[in-house]
Nanobody, 124 residues
Framework: QVQLVESGGGLVQAGGSLRLSCAAS????????MGWFRQAPGKEREFVAA????????YYSDSVKGRFAISRDNAKNTVYLQMNSLKFEDTAVYYC?????????????????WGQGTQVTVSS
């Protein structure tokens, strides 16, 4: 089993930055594809970003492309989401997810492991 714990969320003004972290435990996730998803109040969960096990392949939703960056440190069993130029509409609970895979996944139903989420609130 893999346990995922997100951290780094909080309250930030529009235009500001936050870096989310997702620490994995239970087993190494160096051969896992990892992703970030978010869910805003009253909305369905949506894909944000994904990264392959080596970090060579990365995918982003159109809404965050150019502003967010996903990265990973396999030695630390941790995945990051750097969020810049935050907008009010980025307000959501952000979830980290993982799946044993050689390539990145963008669909939530393809992931096996999920964290509890961290709240990101952007004030306008």
């Amino acid at each position: 089993q893999v346990q995922l714990v997100e951290s780094g969320g909080g309250l930030v003004q529009a235009g500001g930055s936050l870096r989310l972290s997702c620490a994995a435990s239970g087993r190494t996730v160096s051969r896992y594809a990892m992703g970030w998803f978010r869910q805003a109040p009253g909305k369905e969960r949506e894909f944000v970003a994904a990264i392959g096990w080596s970090g060579g392949s990365k995918y982003y939703s159109d809404s965050v492309k150019g502003r967010f960056a996903i990265s990973r440190d396999n030695a630390k069993n941790t995945v990051y989401l750097q969020m810049n130029s935050l907008k009010f509409e980025d307000t959501a609970v952000y979830y980290c997810a993982g799946v044993r895979s050689d390539y990145a996944r963008v669909r939530g139903d393809e992931y096996d492991y999920w964290g509890q989420g961290t709240q990101v609130t952007v004030s306008s």
